[in-house]
């Protein structure tokens, strides 16, 4: 049974504002740079849609080998100011650095279709890997400053919110922001108060040096060969990337949904994704209640099996206001993912201290990660096959039936890929604590066994 540990008294707790709050940092330039270099690129300044589906398979290799690599140092790192933070403080000046250059393309790179592919693979490799070295710190602070489930469930509520304040800012109000006053400047906008809040956030969670110091050092390959051996791992990963294919491909084909399907302007992009986010937002409030008397497992599957069911009649609208109704649905089923994947994520951390006594919060967080943003090759697929199945080659010259593509990209490939995550979903368990209600029932049976014997 694992042994859990009371945080030592010298150590200064962490507000669950402070580190909830970093997530809002975290999200709003990663939220614009992977929801709008689509639009932006291919259908903006006539990048082959063929090309950029080029640059996200390129970009998934790079990312499955830097998230362990990057989450493996962050829990060898020692210093002063732990293990985590020095992460963040160095990262997050770096990723805002390549986010704004990422929307901040020179004319004479503009004016050359090959010199914009290359200019975007590099911009992006760099951003996107500069991303996994943040949340490789951000994302295992998680499970190492909060440890009862309360702790948890309450931390994870603000982090969450924060992060659907930021995807209604940076997803669902940014094609209104950049129709004001541009992509290059929103991203300036974004990227400061991206670097303002993480360090903020940083410099306000305290690890305890005990889990550190007088620990063993975790081993990459070993932890690697720990972790694929362990099959909640991989259930849970594959759900998980199958969720994140999903969601990536409705914050990148709404857009085009919106303009090509339903034949409307990029405000109405806004409107889409703002009832999508805020019915998220409800559905967190309600699925916060739901929660306490269900387990988790049950409200993450629901999640899936919610959202699967709303791409589905999606793709036979035609109005705007039953798109829009539909969203909503959608939106519940992210709620319910939302509130649900980081704790069983500790959970599966929790299982493996239990079973190698090594504290390697980073690494599996990492290696988590490295499951998740396998979506980038489903997300290349899905346009790569819209591009040749229906000639959409770029904003220029969208083919005979822009509409189709859309759908495909929007409704058909998500509906697919949450089928997939349900139906994995159903293999993983955990043992459920028992309620203290439970815990008095079972006392009381043997007490009244006891005095009847």
């Known amino acids: 049974m694992q042994e859990t540990r009371s945080p030592s008294p010298l ?33 903006t300044l006539g990048l082959s849609m063929k090309h950029y589906s080029l640059v996200l398979f390129i970009y998934t290799f790079l990312d499955a080998i830097d998230n362990p690599v990057y989450g493996f140092l962050s829990d060898n790192t020692r210093t002063r100011w732990g293990r985590r933070r020095p992460w963040l403080v160095i990262g997050t000046p ?3 650095l390549f986010f704004i250059l990422f929307y901040n393309v020179p004319s004479f790179v503009q004016s050359d279709e090959n010199r914009l592919f290359w200019y975007m693979l590099a911009t992006y490799l760099l951003t996107g890997t500069l991303d996994s070295v943040m949340n490789a710190g951000y994302g295992a602070l998680f499970p190492e400053l909060f440890k009862s489930d309360r702790d948890r469930a309450k931390a994870n509520a603000v982090r969450q919110t924060f992060q659907l304040l ?30 303002a809040v993480v360090l903020f956030c ?10 550190y110091t007088k620990a063993p050092r975790p081993h990459l390959i070993r932890s690697i060969i720990d972790l694929v051996r362990n099959p909640k791992f991989w259930i849970f990963g594959i759900a998980g990337a199958c969720y994140s294919a999903a969601f990536s491909l409705i914050s990148q084909a709404v857009s085009f949904y919106v303009k090509y399907t339903l034949g409307l302007s990029s405000t109405m992009t806004t409107v889409m994704l703002g009832v999508v986010l805020f019915a998220a937002v409800i559905g967190i409030v309600c699925w916060s209640f739901v929660i306490k008397k269900v387990p988790v497992m049950k409200v993450w599957r629901t999640g899936f099996i919610v959202m699967a069911a709303g791409f589905i009649p999606l793709y036979f609208v035609t109005s705007f206001a039953a798109a829009v109704a539909i969203a909503c649905i959608v939106g519940v089923g992210v709620a319910a993912c939302l509130i649900t994947m980081d704790c069983i994520g500790a959970k599966i ?10 504290r390697r919060e980073g690494t599996i967080t990492s290696l988590m990660g490295v499951m998740n943003r396998l979506n ?17 080659v770029s904003g220029d010259e969208p083919g005979d039936n822009p509409a189709a593509a859309a759908k495909m990209l929007l409704c058909v490939f998500p509906a697919i890929a949450m089928i997939i995550a349900a139906v994995f979903s159903c293999f993983l ?3 459920e604590p028992k309620t203290e209600n439970a815990a008095n029932s079972e006392e009381t049976s043997a007490e009244s066994a006891e005095s009847h014997g």
């Open 376 to 392: 980038g090759l489903y997300t290349s697929l899905a346009f790569y096959v819209a591009s040749s199945v229906y000639g959409f």
């Open 94 to 96: 770096l990723l805002v």
């Open 166 to 195: 930021a995807m209604v800012i940076s997803i669902a109000l940014t094609p209104m922001i950049t129709s004001a006053i541009g992509y290059s400047l929103t991203s300036i906008i974004y990227g400061v108060v991206a670097l």
């Open 429 to 431: 368990h955990f043992r």
């Open 11 to 43: 150590v200064k707790p962490t507000s669950p504002f402070r580190y909830g709050v970093g997530m809002f940092g975290t999200s709003i330039p990663v939220n614009m740079f992977k929801s709008f270099a689509a639009i932006y690129y291919v259908d």
């Open 349 to 358: 951390m929790d299982d493996d201290y239990a079973r190698h006594g090594v």
């Open 202 to 211: 940083a410099f306000g969670c305290h690890e305890n040096p005990e889990n």
